[in-house]
């Protein structure tokens, strides 16, 4: 099959296209002919080497992590899914294994390929709804988990005054639909702005600008953990900082006591999985072809981008 493969440590640029053998499933796990895949920090990160020490990665390496697609195989002992199913999810190398530290991980092979196996009893695994469109499906895993363990965890008010920073990834494109009817302050760049009012945000600001004053509630969704100093300046006191940004922030971070700061992550699925996330809404900022997978990963770790990146199989 063909795949987008890394063949060590290194950046972007320096993956190919190649045939790969398919990955069979094993006992609890489905083959799922993929359709579509899209794009996430960690398949850049990890075969680049962000985590190397942390985790022994094995080359050649598949990445990609959200895709929809057709089930082609089941392994033994699965009961929940039969060849032909429309699917969709996520699942995370089987390199951080070790690190996820919970019952039922979600595996995969790589989804930036034809094939990928994945993990059938799983919440980041299910059917795709008729009505969810193939690519749609393939953009919401990721940011989707992320967007609903935000606003269940900082359960902002319809007056609160909210800050969004990288306000125009994936993330932020799919989150800010979901702050409608509060005053949200997002960051972005100038061609941003119609699309991000367009998405949910009240006014736009510049990377560069001053952020506002008593903000109440403030989303980090790029910023370094040892940068978001500034963002802490804009809350209020009592107010709050939720950030997706690992590693964890540190108290000399934001240099004040007097609000609160959180790291944001649901690895386990507390807050629903793909069942839930299949009702939102992503924004897919740009579409590619497997062959031009390669690119697709670049334009991600070189160039500014808006919403989601998909490739297409």
Known sequence: ???IVATGYGPPEEFTLADVPVPRPGPGQLQVRIAAASINPLDVRLPGGQLRGAVDLAFPHVPGNDFAGT???VGAGVTGYQVGDEVFGHGVPRA???M???RRPSLTTGTLAEYAVVEADTPFITHRPAGLDVADAAALPTVGLTARALIATAAPKPDDTILVVGASGGVGTTLLPLLRGARVIATGRPEDAAPLRAAGATEVIGYDDDYPSAVDLAFNLV?????VAPVGRALRPGGRLYTITVPPPEPDHLDRDDVHVELVLDVEGRFGGMREVAELTPTIGRRYPLDDG????TDFARRHTFGKLVVTT
Do not use: H, T, Y
């Open 100 to 102: 996820l530290g919970i």
């Open 96 to 98: 951080l294994r070790a």
């Open 71 to 73: 089930v082609s195989e």
């Open 1 to 3: 099959m063909k795949a």
């Open 223 to 227: 910023l370094p953990n040892d940068r």
């Open 294 to 297: 390669v690119r697709a990963l």
